[in-house]
């Protein structure tokens, strides 16, 4: 009725594509990416900083490290709160850690990415309200 | 014998002791230990009293308002506050058991709808849910529905709504965000959808269309930082303008050895005061309830897809939030001024609300209608959220409310599903 069950299926074989996609010369370009910008964090601050550690999480997202991504992005969002592709791939990792608690039926990992996930609503209005 | 008796209309007449043995039993299921049971159940408990301290500061101040309204502009004011609905239904009403066993009751049918249909979401606002629970029980009590059946009813009405709303939302939501693992949670939604149809219709088409993230907006609102300071932007100068038309003379009889207008603006910051306390309130009270219903809920139906809050879809669109709340403003004071000419009462208008309804329901009309439609349907929006709040008005009134009326107008869609149609068949057999 509302267009159910036509899209579902098909959205987790284009994330597989996407991890197959990943060739031998990208994965080097991002490594080097990772490494040639965890150099370069330490010496930045502030608004420059979460940038870079928001490349670098993005970075690791496309490696398919999902708990370096998340701990880069989240570093991102404490140094600055920011709204960009970074927030959203790390909500989007965050729900798919909270599915995988589920369903190994882990109470307290699964709280802690439902809290998360609350956190990153509150980010989300502070910085449309301009909080800073 | 005695001693039952004295449990039941002493105790269980309680609505604070009830909704605290309601969190002591969860948490005994959840097999919490007998100190996280304790402070759990202490704090549900209190949680409620400070609900209805808060309620109490806002139905002083709304007194107040309403006396000074009518005198100055000869009609009724009504503040859209769904806080204040809730306060008033929970205390001066005596309905606050029965709105926490309907939140339960939402909270266990969504549950079962999700786990045995194809429509997987679970609704995480708590705040919501409690909102939806107010307006089913007391629209429910009102059509005639008591005890068990009031709350089995209000229950699964609650329960389908927080289905039923994600699920008609999420084509949109696909669409905004680009993926289907998350959804939209948030009880405006029949708002959000009517905006995406306006907008289809009036708004550019084909090449023609245009999106508002296309252009430069200023992208911040700093005088929306703080919700209650916001709130006060609002309240006090309508309390002070409403107690200028309706004159030193009257306003001075309610304000006692206080200048008139003084009074007024003290009044105003008490409603806020008032909202402060009873949202206070509201989280201690679902602060132990929320956590150990999401965990349930999460564990019982694999592949759930969680509801969230409307700032979920904000980083997605920003300026098209910008563009609905302002278009939402217009509509709504469009609407404060025509309605009275239609005989309903003068709805005042709601910041908050024109922000987050109106800035969600703007990147909904965005995505239909692109600017065009994001413009007209969000001050189309402004007005039909307006208008809906406003047919409750009669019935809030003979209930015994003071000046307010709901705002989430999938609430006020439940409620008027009471109001048409679940009241009358009640009465009809």
Not at chain 1, 70 to 98: C, F, M, P, V, W
Not at chain 2, 7 to 23: D, G, H, R
Not at chain 2, 307 to 328: E, K, M, R, W, Y
Request: net charge positive; aromatic share 10%; with cysteine.
């Amino acid at each position: 009725m509302f267009g159910f069950g036509k899209k579902k299926p098909k959205e987790p074989k284009k994330e597989t594509t996407e991890e197959v996609l990943l060739t031998v010369e990208r994965k080097e370009e991002l490594l080097r990416t990772i490494s040639f910008k965890k150099a370069e964090v330490n010496q930045a601050a502030g608004e420059k900083q979460a940038k870079i550690y928001e490349e670098i999480g993005l970075a690791f997202n496309e490696l398919g490290e999902e708990d370096h991504a998340i701990d880069s992005l989240e570093k991102s969002i404490q140094a600055k709160k920011s709204l960009g592709n970074g927030y959203k791939t790390l909500l989007k990792l965050y729900n798919k850690k909270r599915a995988e608690a589920a369903k190994v039926n882990n109470e307290e990992l699964l709280q802690i990415y439902l809290k998360k996930m609350d956190q990153m609503m509150q980010v989300s209005k502070e910085v449309t309200r301009g909080v800073r | 014998m005695s001693v039952v008796n004295f449990i039941i209309e002493n105790i269980l007449t309680q609505a604070s002791v009830t909704i605290a043995l309601i969190a002591m039993l969860g948490l005994i299921l959840q097999k919490k230990s007998t100190g996280q049971v304790i402070s759990g159940s202490l704090k549900t408990m209190l949680g409620f009293m400070v609900l209805s301290a808060g309620s109490s500061i806002i139905v002083g101040s709304l007194v107040y308002f309403g006396h000074i309204f009518t005198e100055g502009f000869h009609m009724q004011g009504i503040i859209p506050s769904i806080e204040a609905i809730n306060g008033q239904a929970m205390n001066e009403l005596g309905l606050g058991r029965d709105i926490a066993l309907t939140f339960l009751a939402i909270f266990v049918f969504n549950i079962i709808i999700a786990r045995f249909t194809k429509w997987k979401y679970i609704f995480l606002t708590g705040q919501a849910i409690l909102w939806m629970a107010t307006m089913t029980t007391v629209f429910g009590y009102f059509a005639g529905l008591r005890g068990v059946a009031l709350i089995l009813v209000g229950g699964f009405i609650g329960g389908v709504f927080a289905v039923a709303m994600p699920a008609i939302a999420q084509p949109f939501v696909r669409k905004i965000t680009g993926m289907d693992d998350i959804a939209l949670g948030h009880f405006c939604t029949v708002g959000y959808v009517f905006e995406a149809g306006v907008a289809k219709l009036v708004g550019g088409k084909g090449e023609k269309k245009k999106s508002v993230e296309d252009l430069k907006l200023p992208a911040q609102f700093e005088f929306l930082q703080d919700t209650y300071l916001s709130l006060m932007v609002v309240m006090t100068p309508l309390y002070i303008i409403t107690a200028a038309f309706a004159g030193e003379k009257f306003a001075s009889t309610l304000s006692g050895d206080t200048n008139y207008l003084m009074f007024a603006f003290l009044q105003s910051i008490q409603f806020v005061v008032g909202v402060y306390v009873l949202l206070a309130g509201v989280r201690l009270l679902l602060g132990e309830i929320v956590p150990a219903f999401r965990g349930i809920a999460m564990r019982l139906v694999p592949n759930a897809i969680p509801a969230l809050d409307c700032p979920v879809l904000f980083p997605f669109s920003p300026n098209a939030v910008i563009v609905g709340f302002i278009t939402t403003t217009i509509g709504s004071i469009i609407a404060m001024f025509v309605l009275p000419v239609f005989g309903l009462a003068m709805i005042l208008p709601g910041m908050l609300t024109a922000f987050f309804a109106g800035g969600t329901a703007g990147i909904f009309g965005n995505l239909t209608g692109g600017i065009r439609g994001a413009i007209i349907g969000g001050v189309v929006h402004g007005f039909f959220i307006t208008l809906l709040p406003a047919l409750l008005v009669t019935t809030f009134n003979s209930m015994g409310f003071v000046n307010a009326t709901a705002t989430d107008v999938d609430t006020v869609t439940a409620a008027l599903l009471y109001a048409w149609l679940i009241g009358p068949l009640l009465k009809a057999f």
